[in-house]
């Protein structure tokens, strides 16, 4: 598989009154052709202004991308001019939002928003733009699409109208999904309905997917790749199985820890992660986790560690201990 | 489970809210059945874990118990007195026994307001510590101490706190009173995962502290699972199975818990490989026009004419297990995994 998005030192900054906050500081990854990665982390890790950060969505001022590189199929699109951007926006890849309730036009019909992408990156009428909406909208479940597509938003439920944002990303047949917690306002039986259609259609379409949550829960049974975000850096990055049966950051495995499970003994307590994340407004010269970390030793509160191979040649953590023997790694 | 003491009875509780139309003449032209008959008994010292999808009402039910929202019928015994029927004075010292915790950390603590003037408002109200200044300020100090904040924080103003914290004064506003009984409306769903485990944690400790009963509202449910010693499931403004926690994830009967469980996404790649799931059709109907006989029907795998014909029964199918499934007893043995 060929690396179809690959970036490089992401760095996105937002200046307020406080001062600067490193919202994303210097992040690398890749995502290959067909594959599906996970991004997790807590509200205000980064995960979502990374993403808008390679789309150019940050909102400049007060945002700005800082530094990095970003190449999707070859090409950098953080130094892109906006004509070419918009050619790949939209149509090579597409974003879903986390808010299906408000990321709508409310005084424009379904249909119309819909057909939207699809009218502008291809060189097609408005009966055929119509009809490749009713097939997407049918395609997602949407019963009745034909009759529903000169409904409003604010006819449809919340299910639905997450249904049809992903039927508006989909459209163009995009090579990258981006899915920004595309479930997290949903309900537990409506989710898994949305989680199940998207894993189809990825297989169906060979798209690569990039599923930000902040529920470590969800993503295990649909991604190939997980990043952990914490502070602003990817802390660890793993295949999805090698996370779960053996995560290595102290942050990664506090977080699964603090998760109960419905298969497990319920008189287990729950470990939580004391303290708070932090605030950003300094790029710390340590390690962003050192001040809730059980593990952490002298050398964490001196050096900020990068992401240094363990347990093989796919798994990264971000962590000069070892949290399986409490001791630094050599 | 051993035979307690019941705490707290709900007996065929309904709150409908009307739609109106027009302003001078306005006139009803229909009713959310947001509750729509409920019954169940909450034990001392128990948690009774009450869950569903948003829009059940499962809040509304919450809030009917503690007569914020006045029952549109049905009763709610609490120490020997029907809540329903008691107003002003007599309401309000019954109110010293049941608190509550409410979901959104950031808008249920008045902004202008120190903390310490939060947590001992109901003090004030209850005319507690009435003249003692320096009582009630020690008092605000062994709150804030109990639910793990620094009482040095008291002179501190909300938006001064992070969300978990905030949640954490909360706690503590509800505890100023030492009520027997505590409903907890959805109290970490806005928080973030590290900080969920926190409070959950806290909540535990209290209860085993001070010897609280909790009815633990959520649509997390593994965090109900982990936390409630039974679980109530609500679909529509009815319950539709009542157990003990583990016969309920273990031996679910109603084929919409049988749902909701499969729709649970484990934190395990290995298991989500194998998993089968029970994918739902469709949307919850509206409350305004639940459809006839069984609520779930219209979603329902199982349904067979007489679901459209007949409201199911509310009925103990095991002993401690009630299940409103006319087929219950067959898909005892039908479990998903």
């Given amino acids: ?330 | 489970m051993t035979q307690q003491e019941v705490i707290l009875k709900v007996e065929n509780l309904y709150k409908h809210f009307p739609i109106k139309k027009g302003i001078i003449f306005s006139k009803e032209v229909g009713r959310v059945h947001a509750v729509d008959g409920i019954s169940f008994n909450i034990y001392d010292g128990e948690t009774l874990g009450l869950v569903g999808e948003s829009g059940c009402g499962k809040s509304t039910a919450g809030r009917t118990i503690l007569q914020l929202h006045r029952p549109t019928s049905g009763s709610v015994w609490f120490q020997g007195e029907d809540l329903s029927k008691l107003r002003g004075e007599k309401l309000r010292i019954q109110r010293r026994e049941m608190q509550m915790i409410f979901q959104d950390p950031y808008a249920s603590l008045n902004p202008r307001m120190t903390v310490s003037q939060i947590i001992s408002e109901p003090m004030e109200i209850h005319n507690l510590y009435a003249g003692q200044a320096q009582l009630r300020k020690a008092r605000v100090a062994e709150l804030l101490e109990l639910v793990g904040l620094n009482p040095a924080f008291a002179s501190r103003y909300p938006h001064e706190f992070s969300g978990g914290q905030r949640q954490r004064i909360g706690v503590a506003r509800a505890l100023a009173l030492e009520p027997k009984l505590i409903v907890c409306d959805e109290p970490i769903s806005a928080l973030d995962v590290s900080i969920q485990a926190q409070v959950v944690n806290l909540l535990e400790d209290l209860q085993e502290e001070l010897g609280l009963t909790y009815l633990f509202i959520a649509h997390d449910l593994s965090m109900v699972r982990h936390i409630s010693d039974r679980v109530a499931v609500m679909y529509l403004g009815i319950i539709v199975e009542l157990a003990d926690r583990n016969a309920l994830y273990k031996q679910p009967m109603h084929p919409y818990t049988k749902a909701l469980l499969s729709a649970v996404p484990f934190p395990d790649p290995f298991v989500e490989e194998t998993r089968k799931r029970i994918i739902l059709e469709g949307d919850v109907p509206s409350p305004v026009n639940p459809p006839s006989g069984c609520r779930f029907r219209t979603r329902c795998s199982y349904a067979q004419p007489i679901c459209t014909a007949e409201q199911p029964e509310f009925r103990e199918v095991v002993s401690g297990h009630f299940v409103a499934c006319h087929f219950a007893e067959q898909l005892q043995n039908d479990t998903p995994v």
């Fill in chain 1, 1 to 330: 598989m060929s690396d179809l998005l690959d970036v490089r030192g992401l760095e996105t900054q937002f200046k307020t009154r406080e001062g600067i906050v490193h919202a994303v500081n210097g992040i690398s990854f890749k995502v290959k052709e067909g594959e599906t990665l996970g991004v997790v982390g807590e509200s205000g890790c980064g995960k979502t202004v990374s993403m808008m950060s390679l789309l150019r969505l940050i909102p400049s001022p007060p945002g700005k991308v800082a530094a990095g590189e970003a190449y999707f199929d070859g090409k950098d699109l953080l130094k892109m001019d906006n004509e070419q951007l918009r050619h790949i926006r939209g149509s090579k890849i597409s974003i879903v939002f986390q808010d299906p309730m408000t990321s709508f036009n409310p005084v424009l019909t379904i249909g119309k928003q819909t057909a939207e992408p699809f009218l502008i990156h291809n060189n097609v009428s408005q009966e055929e733009a119509k009809d490749r909406a009713i097939r997407y909208l049918e395609l997602v479940g949407i019963p009745n699409a034909a009759e529903r597509y000169n409904d409003y938003p604010h006819q449809f439920s919340g299910g639905m109208r997450q249904r049809v944002m992903i039927a508006m990303g989909l459209i163009c047949e995009p090579r990258l999904l981006i899915g920004d917690e595309p479930t997290t306002a949903l309900d537990v039986t409506i989710q898994a309905q949305i989680v199940e259609l998207v894993k189809k259609l990825r297989d169906d379409l060979g798209m690569s997917i990039i599923w930000i949550t902040h529920d470590l829960g969800i993503i295990a049974g649909m991604v190939d790749r997980v990043n952990v975000m914490y502070g602003g850096y990817i802390i660890e990055t793993a295949p999805v199985k090698g996370l779960y049966s053996q995560p290595q950051h102290p942050y990664t495995i506090g977080l699964l820890g603090s998760l109960p499970r419905m298969d497990e003994s319920v008189d287990r307590r729950l470990t939580s992660i004391d303290g708070l994340p932090p605030t950003l407004l300094e790029k710390p010269h340590y390690c962003p986790f050192e001040p809730r970390c059980v593990y952490a030793v002298e050398r964490c509160r001196h050096e900020n560690p990068p992401l240094m191979p363990v347990d093989g040649d796919e798994h990264f953590s971000a962590c000069w201990v070892n949290p399986r023997t409490g001791k630094e790694h050599k």
